[in-house]
């Protein structure tokens, strides 16, 4: 059972791995035997429809759209399960090259009498007024509706909206164009304009391959509902509406070649119309001034402060003994060589937060070092999720090692108690917070939703792999000896002196986190945007260099408060260090409901609760990070300091 949940697990992310260029498709027109494995017929693909407006995303079908019961919809990995992706296949499908105008797919019927039929329009009034999108896709591609927007710059959105809403007061929302004068009423965007772009490979006898698919949303009444032909007014529904209704939705496809748009850099036309670049850029010197602040500091901090007084205390050991009390009452971080590896009180716990940090910053760093060589593509879709949770699965044994060898060295003797918090209380933690968000879907009836097959799943991924995983790593972490420390602790702890305001804990931890936080807050921007406003992230380059700069401030900025203590003869760093780092979390928490109030338009409760719901399990992702980074730096500095210095 467990090699085939393992082997399950690491076959579901290498099915996703995707590299630009390697499995093109070739297309032909009907009947052209010339080139082998050419398809003829092009599917569309629709997935979940989702709001800025609304955490919550739903099925296709929810809305009551054509749909195609006859094909299984394509299989899903364990991220797009995740990220509440249901690919679903779909009645529109065009011959290459063949164009089409204004086809018929279905017609759909209301009557306000049937309380069924009442319902489906309810809801699909409440996606109007929510301003929910279709998201399409043909040949793996996301289907993109391209529009003008300021300084003549052409936006294209991997989405479209389902129709629109015009108020009593006859103001436009959303997607309302000129033409929709009618008031209190929704409009529905019933007709689609779609064109294929495509580059042929004449040299390589490869046939045609799609490198773009554009839509353009309309709106007709057809007076023939039978016959449509495309034509009349915009299809309206006024919202108190009583009686029958009908929808007739049609398409017209039309196909064009495009000589200079190559299959490898299709995705390029989507990217570049997200004018992200230059804050990019303009983040990362940012953060590189920080950085450089800071090692400007450590360096002076280690190569002036620390190597004079290091050098003087050995020059006063081995020339001076009788002046080594007035050294010690000048200097006063040696003062404390004796407490500075005293065992922290709560070992317990920090030592299980340091092994669930290091299998956390272990997995981050390799999942982005796969998205930057291209594995984790935004083609590749919950390709990023399922590779993360496989590689926190399978990280169990650094989590276990870590937290038993720490709890070991703080002189704990409570090894299963150890071992089971490691692998049982952050998860728990996560998880509990996310089953309770999936009641919440459940309830709501999103497609975002885990089903319980994949719940169980997940849960047995959990207990059959990552829990013996754990068990395996603490049992190499306690059977090996303890750390050696470079000084002896004494028996007696030394009484700390009173401290000024800013050598307190409190106000050095929230001193300590404003520098990595300054780091990361231009990405962090565009990281929410991909996951509330549903825009594309695609700079993983960028992530991963904000990722090394973060952990050199976090570790920097760690070292200096903790040079900072220890000279004011304070000598509890262990906490404080994970604390002063992770207190960056705290500040992310902040940012968050910053942006909730100011760039999000999501109303309900369930909504509400779901955004908040999902930031806690991040703040509490990111604490557990940013604080592991911070003690092992802290970690290095005093083990390094204390080691070159003569102690009796």
Partial sequence: ????????????????????????????????????????????????????????PYEYTAFDFCSEKTMERPSENLGQVLFGERIEPSPY????KKPVVCGKVCMRTYSTNNPSDKAKLDFLKKGMLLNYQHHWIVDNMPVTWCYDVEDGQKFCNPGFPIGCFVTEAGRSKDACISNFNEKDA?????????????????????????????????????????KPDCSGGPKFLKNKHTGEFKITYTYSVNFAEDKKIRWASRWDYILESMPHTNIQWFSIMNSLVIVLFLSGMVAMIMLRTLHKD????????????????????????????????????????????????????????????????????????????????????????????????????????????????????????????????????????????????????????WFCISVPLTFIGAYFGFKKTGIEYPVRTNQIPRQIPEQSFYTKPFPGIIMGGILPFGCIFIQLFFILNSIWSHQMYYMFGFLFLVFIILVITCSEATILLCYFHLCAEDYHWQWRSFLTSGFTAVYFLVYAIHYFFSKLQITGLASIILYY???????????????????????WFVTKIYSVVKVD
């Fill in 1 to 56: 059972m467990l090699l085939w949940l393992l082997a399950a697990a690491l076959l579901a992310p290498a099915a996703a791995f995707y590299l630009p260029g390697l499995a093109p498709v070739s297309f032909c027109e009907p009947g052209n035997d010339k080139v082998p494995d050419c398809k003829s017929t092009i599917e569309l693909f629709v997935n979940r429809l989702d709001s800025v407006e609304s955490v919550l």
């Fill in 93 to 96: 499908k065009f011959e290459f």
């Fill in 186 to 226: 929704f409009y529905i965007f019933n007709h689609v304009d779609i064109t294929i772009y495509y580059h042929i490979v004449e040299h390589e006898q490869l046939g045609a391959r799609l490198v773009a698919a554009k839509i353009e949303p309309k709106s007709y009444e057809n007076p023939n509902d039978d």
């Fill in 310 to 461: 290091i050098a003087r205390y050995n020059q006063m050991d081995s020339v001076y003994p009788v002046f080594q009390e007035d050294a010690q009452e000048e200097f006063g971080w040696k003062l404390v060589h004796g407490d500075v590896f005293r065992p922290p009180k709560k070992g317990m716990l920090l030592s299980v937060f340091l092994g669930s940090g290091t299998q956390i910053f272990i997995m981050t760093f390799v999942t982005l070092f796969f998205a930057c060589l291209g594995f984790l593509s935004p083609a590749n879709r919950g390709a990023l999720m399922t590779c993360a949770v496989v590689l926190w699965v399978l990280l169990g044994t650094p989590a276990g090692y870590v937290a038993a060898r720490l709890y070991k060295s703080f002189g704990g003797e409570k090894w299963k108690t150890n071992v089971l918090l490691t692998a049982f209380l952050c998860p728990g933690v996560v998880f509990a917070d996310f089953f309770v968000m999936n009641l919440i879907l459940w309830g709501e009836g999103s497609s975002a939703a885990m089903p319980f097959g994949t719940l169980v799943a997940i849960l047995a991924l």
């Fill in 613 to 635: 719901g999902y930031t806690m399990i991040m703040v509490l992702i990111f604490f557990l990070f940013t604080g592991t980074i911070g003690f092992f730096a802290c970690f």
